[in-house]
């Protein structure tokens, strides 16, 4: 199959990749946009998901390892839920869902980090709701790969009633191209973790996992299925810029990391909107209510370092029109959902190391209403797309360029930046202090095999060993003209 490829790269203006313009503290009620915004809670650790019952009440995430709890627009103050979690950077407690028959089974489902052998995992639970409390814990799937940056995790139950799991590359990126490993998945189960016949490689005789659905992912944070069609929508992190939004298909590669950006390749999926600079996509919806009539069938994105909500138009698979709303309005923007009540509920992240910033009550459960007006049409800030396409290339790929500056732009400035200030994150590459090697045969295996459980990843099979090595190249000689230049 030749990977067709329609880019949507959009440039945000005034992008957030670091402290937050915010203003310090919120009303309960704020009127911004031509939504009315309620603060349902506040002074949380990265509520991670929310949820909602048949019965309206609504259960949430909190990275830090409880299940919290608000009926009728008040935070219980006794989790539902509380666990110990591995915490380090990203990781934690993670995706919830509820089970279709939640009215006659009371299951719900959890994804949460853990460490075995030293190492990050991941492990998706069952458990009942009864009297406000999870019991009887039932594990659907465990010894997930996982890591500080890159685990994931989004559960969802589509309408086949199977139930949809994504896991990031936990810093290992070739192995989002390996049938024998879980990193860089969409992973579909029956309800009791056991496989569906139809999945794509449930008949293989080899080693091949047979949960697999996707795969060839990066970092999937976001799954949502279209009313309708019954198309599967996915928003995944991409290295420094090329962020994505795909449409999943059974049995997909979606190329990483031998694709990403703009590249294309024989028998890739491409993504059809391609994000640069970084949006950082979180939880994606349709929003399916009455409440906001020009928003239903839209398909909404939660974002983190774009620190607002992108909100797409489709037709026949395809992004006809997008624009953001509530813009550095409320900070990195995690959880999505449409409420019972047709209102559209999200969280803030904010409590991010080395991204987010802490302030006064964050972080928060809001939800957005309209704001009385019925003249009020929603405003938006504009964004404007630039399409590239592969067409005229012969060799099917899309023409970009490849120099070792851009590589670098890539997949290093995020962490490392461009200039001898370094990060939050890491140091710079540019001052010669190294705390695991300074010589050019160190920084090649530095990049090579990367320094998992510090957060550093691997890049063996994202690039090639002659672009590694041109990397290593130009930070030595970065180094030496910053050195002369004393």
């Known amino acids: 199959m030749k990977r067709r490829v329609h880019y949507l790269v959009i440039f945000f203006l005034f992008i957030s990749t670091g402290a937050s313009v915010l203003r310090p503290e919120y009303s309960p009620a704020d009127t911004i946009e031509g939504f009315q915004v309620d603060t349902l809670a506040t002074d949380l650790v990265v509520p991670w998901q929310i949820v909602f019952l048949p019965d309206n009440t609504m259960l949430f995430t909190e990275r830090a390892g409880r299940v919290r709890i608000i009926r009728n627009d008040k935070l219980i103050k006794k989790p539902a839920y509380i666990t110990e979690v591995v915490q380090r ?12 028959d939640f009215r006659k089974n009371r ?3 959890l994804a949460d980090n853990y460490s075995r052998n030293n190492r990050v995992k991941l492990k998706v639970v069952r458990y009942e709701f009864v009297n406000d409390t999870l019991i009887r814990p039932f594990t659907i799937l465990d010894n997930l790969p996982a890591n500080p940056n890159h685990t994931g995790c989004r559960l969802l139950f589509g309408p086949d009633r199977k139930l949809y799991i994504t896991t ?3 810093d290992e990126p070739s192995l989002a191209q390996d049938l024998k490993a879980y990193n860089g998945k969409i992973l579909r189960l029956n309800d009791d973790g056991s496989i569906p016949e139809d999945n794509p490689f449930a008949g293989h005789n080899d080693q091949t996992l047979k949960a697999i659905w996707s795969y060839g992912h990066r970092n999937p944070q976001g799954i949502a299925f279209q009313p309708g069609t019954g198309l599967l929508f996915s928003s995944e992190h991409g290295p420094t810029g090329g962020d994505e ?9 979606y190329g990483w990391p031998v694709v990403h950006h703009q590249e294309s390749q024989e028998g890739m999926i491409s993504p059809i909107a391609e994000y640069t600079p970084s949006i950082a996509p ?11 009539p020009e928003l239903e069938g839209k398909l909404l994105v939660g974002c983190l370092r774009g620190e607002s909500i992108l909100r797409l138009e489709l037709k026949n698979g395809t992004v006809v029109k997008q624009d953001v709303i509530l813009k550095q309005k409320y900070g990195r923007i995690r959880s999505l959902v449409t409420g019972p009540d047709g209102y559209i509920y999200l969280s803030t992240s904010q409590i991010d190391p080395s991204e987010g910033v802490r302030r006064p009550q964050y972080d928060m459960i809001l939800r957005l209403k309209p704001s009385g007006d019925s003249n009020t049409q929603i405003s938006s800030q504009r964004i404007m797309p630039r399409k590239t396409t592969a067409a005229n290339n012969k060799n099917g790929k899309s023409p970009v360029k490849t120099g070792t500056a851009v590589l670098f732009q890539q997949l290093c400035v995020s962490c490392h930046s461009n200039t001898s200030a370094g990060t939050k994150i890491a140091g ?10 300074s ?11 990367g320094l998992i459980n510090k957060g550093m990843p691997s890049w063996k099979g994202a690039i090639s060993r002659d672009n590694i090595e041109k990397i290593a190249e130009y930070i030595l000689i970065r180094q030496r003209n910053r050195g002369s230049a004393k």
């Open 168 to 170: 990031g590359d936990a």
């Open 428 to 437: 710079s590459l540019f001052d010669g202090k190294f705390k695991y090697g």
């Open 89 to 100: 950077n990203k990781t934690g407690l993670l995706g919830m869902c509820i089970h279709p």
């Open 107 to 109: 299951f719900i489902y």
């Open 245 to 253: 939004i795909n449409i999943i298909k059974k049995g997909g590669n």
């Open 282 to 292: 979180s939880e994606a919806m349709f929003y399916t209510g009455k409440a906001f």
């Open 439 to 449: 010589g050019k045969a160190s920084i090649i295996k530095n990049i090579t095999n």
